[in-house]
């Protein structure tokens, strides 16, 4: 049975549609991409797993229990955490602060200790900035924090939103060197990129988002050879009109 | 097209005021034939109130700013218009200490409540110039300022308003006919103004306030302009009551009374000119039934106390109720259109949700 | 005249007066509420003090943990029968119900006690004078003083050092992803209206303890100088409505000795042109920064 489990997915903002129906599945200690342009329907996806928006329609299983429909703090106890887009940390707290806000579920004295050593090893900046507020990192710092404030709470599924946007490019290569990292050490993750390309060359399975609904589903070679072709065989627009931006 | 299609779809674009006047005037007709003395001055105070709660709609529902100052624009014309209308010998008698030359000035009622509107107007002018420049959180506790401001200038300033005491003497000329041809009039010019660009504009910046500068609407200015046209309506509602009250004091323009037209137009719901009138005719005929009933409690002895403040606590808890299941207010952010019973238009549920 | 008495005067109404804007502040800053209700969180503390004295007949100290009470419970009450419901609909339809609450509890008091005044007796400790220095002060307003540095040492201590108070500060700053964190809403909004409740409590000991008497429109001036203050201080942070509370203090005190006696009863009216003149040039209040204008929903 997969982890994760979304069925029939819709949701809307007024009167605006943004998803029609989207079915998608995780499974335990995969890495799955979930691709496709601005507006693809991507973070509201996340926003509906997450508990932040509610769907007007569909289901999500996560571990075999409905989860539709719940409240954030709900959903991140059954052990789903996201890293928002924009990092979104606490600018006018303390690393510290942060990370200790991020083991607001899991919270118990020595293994909090542990987990810190493992963020430090992982992360060593957040060591020498940790009584800093987080407002004063720079964007690839607060991608890291986020990244370890998720952590913190040691989700079953780790959901990442964009976690490469705006940042340079040596920044996103070390995101995306972390990123597989983590699924080395065994997380469950799934990761929403626009980058397509960097996305591809680390996950193993893929969706493909455009206008509300999955164009493509498959492995990451699948979708590679579908990016070649669409992008050798039809120009450029045709590739945008699949989803994927190179 | 024909003429008269044409005029069919001019009708049926503002089929909202007939809607809306016509019942009001017939209720009218018929309390004036029918109707005890009781129901009478309740129809009339209707009235006025009708034209006090469209010109808080006016800016108000327009805006998304919650106005706490209306009530005192109301009384700034109530006094102004009081104070033109009578006559010097009651007002030697009745405010000893007024500027003498405010007792010998004297015209007639209806320029006087035009007056009064003015002055509402231009007082509104003046301090709505920096009001409208404040953002959404220090707007509202600055206009609430603001209302305590006008209670503390009426209460201190005895040379003009009598003080704390009540300024009596004024002239009974607001009859039934008079309030009713004023809600009227308010009724038109609210929902000209609501479909006016200006209160396009207005609307425009309530939903949304960055997308409406990025296309060049000046949120400031049309505020400003919004906000004395109101004023001026709350200044004329203010003659037209003291004309028909003949006796008031700086506490009829304070929070209790701003309370009650807070709950006509919440209540109906500030998006719109129906949800205005609805919530003045609920909270009216609501507001009487509870006061039949407080004083049949306190005729009847059965407590050892008298019963006040019934009315308000059973209001307060009623305006609660609407806002938890229907915040948009009875009416929600439409207006009423012909037919009456139609499914909504798409969007209407958005605009419920803004209006408060 | 800035002498010793001034100065002990100007730092005890400060000190109320930073109580009450703080305890406006820290519910502003998670809900985005301004909340009319305020006020009637003082007023039933003061009810509070008479019933407990009057009827039950509490020691001193008893009646004022019981005024504290009071507030608490009646605010937390009010944000789960009011506040609740209406959190995710508009900013003005959860002002305007704040503002009912506001008008329900004076109704409710002058229907369950009377619209009478009722006399409020504190020990006579708080009214003894005492000299510190050659300046003559009433005891009371070093208590004032004393017990406002207790109440912030703590409160801080709290929002610092505390999980409660760091879910608090984030939610004040970006309410739904500390809900992501897995903070559920209604424990931090709690808290914010339980710890102003809290407040309110103390501050209404004071509030009624100069006026010595209680009525069911007591809470409208205290609701207002916390208005005014964290307008002026900043709604933006518990930093800024100390300072506005010190501020509005030291304001008050100069009008009262510079205003001409004929001019006095518009001291009121004075106070506002100026705090609107200034928020004219600095519309975002004495502290800028911290909260954000994010709205619960």
Known sequence: ?246 | MSLLSRFMTFSRQHATLPLLMVPVIIAGIAINAFGSSLLLNVYTYFCVSLIMVLGLQMFMGNSGILNWTHIGFVGVGAYAAGILSTAPAVKHMGVPNMFPALVSLHMPVIPAILVGGLVAALLAAIIGYPLMRLSDFVGVITLFATLIVFHVIMTQWDNVTNGPRTFFGVQEFTTLWVALAGGLIAMVVAYWFRESGLGLRLRASRDDRYAAMSVGIDVVRVRYYSFVTSALMAGLAGGVWAHFITSFSPKAFYISEMFLLLSMIVIGGSGSISGAVAGTTVVTIARELLRQVEGTINNAHVLSFEVFGLTEAVMAVLMILVLIWRPGGVVGGQELRWPLFKRKEPGATKEAEDAA | ?297
């Open chain 3, 1 to 297: 005249m800035i002498d010793l008495e001034f100065l002990i005067n100007t730092l005890s109404l400060g000190s109320l007066y930073a109580l009450l804007a703080l305890g406006l502040v820290l519910v502003y800053g998670i809900l985005k509420l301004v909340n009319f209700a305020y006020g009637e969180y003082i007023m039933i503390g003061g009810y509070g003090l008479y019933f407990s004295a009057t009827v039950l007949h509490l020691p001193w100290w008893a009646t004022m943990l019981f005024a504290v009470l009071a507030a608490v419970v009646t605010s937390y009450l009010t944000e789960l029968a009011a506040f609740r419901p209406v959190r995710n609909k508009s900013a003005n339809a959860l002002i305007v119900t704040s503002f009912a609450v506001s008008i329900f509890l004076q109704n409710a008091v002058l229907i369950l006690v009377s619209p009478r005044a009722r006399a409020v007796q504190l020990p006579a400790v708080f009214s003894r004078t005492v000299s510190i220095a050659g300046a003559t002060t009433p005891v009371r307003n070093l208590i004032i003083i004393g017990t406002t540095v207790v109440v912030l040492v703590a409160l801080s201590v709290l929002m610092k050092r505390t999980v409660l108070g760091m879910a608090m500060r984030a939610a004040a700053e970006k309410f739904t992803t500390t809900r992501l964190m897995g903070v559920p809403a209604n424990l931090v909004i709690s808290a914010a209206f339980i710890i102003s409740g809290l407040l309110a409590g103390i501050a209404s000991i004071f509030w009624i303890g100069r006026s010595a008497s209680v009525d069911p429109v007591t809470g409208s001036a205290p609701l207002l100088i916390a208005f005014i203050a964290t307008v002026m201080g900043g709604m933006h942070s518990p930093t800024g409505a100390v300072v506005g509370g010190f501020v509005y203090g030291l304001l008050f005190n100069i009008l009262s000795i510079t205003l001409p006696a004929g001019m006095i009863s518009y001291r009121d009216a004075f106070m506002f042109v100026i705090v609107v003149l200034f928020l004219l040039f600095r519309p975002e209040g004495i502290i800028k920064g911290g909260y954000t204008e994010e709205r619960v929903g």
């Open chain 1, 1 to 246: 049975m997969p982890m994760l489990t979304v069925e029939n997915l819709m949701a809307s903002y007024g009167v605006v549609r943004a998803l029609h129906g989207i079915s998608l599945e995780v499974n335990e200690g995969e890495l799955v991409a979930l691709l496709g342009v601005n507006g693809a329907g991507k973070s509201t996806t996340l926003k509906s797993i997450t508990g932040v928006l509610r769907p007007v329609k569909g289901t999500i299983t996560f571990l075999g229990k409905e989860i539709t429909n719940r409240t954030p703090e709900f959903i991140v106890k059954q052990g789903i955490s996201l890293v928002p887009e924009g990092r979104d940390i606490f600018g006018q707290l303390t690393v510290e602060e942060n990370l200790r806000l991020g083991a607001f579920v899991s919270y118990e004295r020595d293994r909090y200790k542990a987990d810190l050593k493992e963020i430090f090893e992982l992360f060593p900046i957040l060591e020498e900035r940790f009584t800093q507020a987080g407002g004063l990192l720079s964007g690839g710092e607060q991608q890291m924090l986020a990244i370890a404030r998720a952590m913190m709470a040691h989700p079953k599924l780790l959901m990442l939103d964009e976690p490469s946007l705006g940042l340079s490019p040596t920044m996103t290569d070390q995101i995306f060197v972390l990123i597989k990292r983590l699924r080395e050490m065994g997380s469950t993750i799934l990761l929403v990129e626009q980058n397509a390309e960097r996305a591809l060359e680390i996950v193993e399975r893929a969706y493909l988002l455009g206008n509300g609904e999955v164009e493509f589903a498959g492995t990451a070679e699948d979708l590679k050879h579908k990016v070649d072709i669409a992008s050798v065989y039809f120009g450029g627009d045709d590739a945008q009109k699949a989803g994927v931006t190179l």
